[in-house]
């Protein structure tokens, strides 16, 4: 499949979770599709890069291993996703690389998620903390960067003054999140 005919057939993707789970599936049915799937997420300024966004958040909850030739083109490019429906599941894709690098479990990503890798986490995250984000991606930004704290010192309390600063302004959703993220760095 050609990025034309992919980027065409990403024309009949919606939110339901039938159509993401259809598309993810056919990508995953041929893994060589990801770089071609992670281009037209990147090209920022498409509307149909959100649902490409939507595929790959698909494609990474359902086999999250399949990253792994692509953490390099994924992590270079994430900083410049700023569409709110591509920004979310990008974020939340962020979250999962950082779940399966910090788990108690012996994986895959504690051999091949790199410093250059999480530096490129970490700054997406940050920025997505301080813009004029929706909750849900700061929701996994602070996630994120919690677990990132544990090995990067200066993380957590970065972390405490934007969320201290903004608790006030943010959503009940927001507020919650920060309660649990904040807890849990002053028991850490």
């Not at 569409?83 to 504690?110: G, H, M, W």
Request: glycine share 2%; proline share 4%; hydrophobic share 40%.
């Amino acid at each position: 499949m050609t990025t034309e005919q992919l980027y065409a057939e990403l024309n009949h993707v919606d939110h339901s979770r039938a159509k993401r789970l259809k598309y993810a599936n056919l990508i995953l049915s041929q893994p060589e599709l990801i770089p071609v799937l992670l281009n037209i997420l990147f090209m920022v300024d498409d509307k149909i890069s959100c649902k490409a966004a939507w595929v790959f958040e698909f494609i990474c909850s359902e086999n999250l291993e399949t990253i792994i030739p692509h953490l390099d083109q994924f992590t270079e490019n994430i900083h410049s996703v700023h569409l709110d429906p591509a920004v979310r599941p990008v974020a939340k894709v962020c979250e999962y690389l950082t779940k399966a690098y910090y788990s108690n479990y012996q994986n895959i990503f504690q051999n091949t998620l790199t410093s250059t890798h999480k530096e490129r986490i970490i700054e997406a995250c940050f920025d997505w903390m301080i813009n004029d984000e929706k909750i849900a991606p700061k929701a996994y930004s602070m996630n994120t960067l919690y677990f990132l704290g544990q090995e990067f010192e200066w993380i957590h309390p970065e972390l405490a003054v934007i969320l201290e600063r903004d608790f006030q302004m943010q959503s009940s959703g927001f507020k919650a999140r920060a309660r649990h993220i904040l807890k849990k760095i002053k028991q850490s």
